[in-house]
């Protein structure tokens, strides 16, 4: 089953946008991408500055093991850094294909 996670959040006041979407990509292509069962990432940004990131997984054990670890990495930490931690509101949901 296709496992499909979103995350909101907002950045860190003193946390530049521009620079903060270069350790979004570093991140995913760092951290992300490689992590057994990923499928795709996307991250988007409304006129208010939230961001919505959404990250399909082949498996929830898989979505799990990844997040398990996604604190604790080195590769994440800048990414981390940037994002206030008190505004992050996660969501998991089972992929529905027609």
């Known amino acids: ?5 979103t995350i909101r959040f907002r950045l860190r006041p003193d946390v530049d946008d ?14 992300m991408q ?9 991250t988007a940004r409304s006129a208010d500055g939230e961001y919505l990131v959404t990250v399909q997984w082949r498996s929830p054990e898989e979505a ?4 398990g670890a996604f604190f604790a990495a080195p590769e994440t930490q800048e990414f981390l850094a940037a994002v ?11 992929l529905i294909e027609p």
């Open 64 to 67: 799990e093991a990844t997040i």
């Open 18 to 31: 521009a620079a903060f979407q270069d350790v979004n990509r570093t991140m995913e292509k760092a951290y």
């Open 1 to 5: 089953m296709t496992v499909v996670e």
């Open 34 to 42: 490689p992590r057994p069962g990923f499928v795709s990432r996307s």
């Open 84 to 94: 206030d931690l008190e505004t992050v509101q996660p969501g998991r949901y089972e």
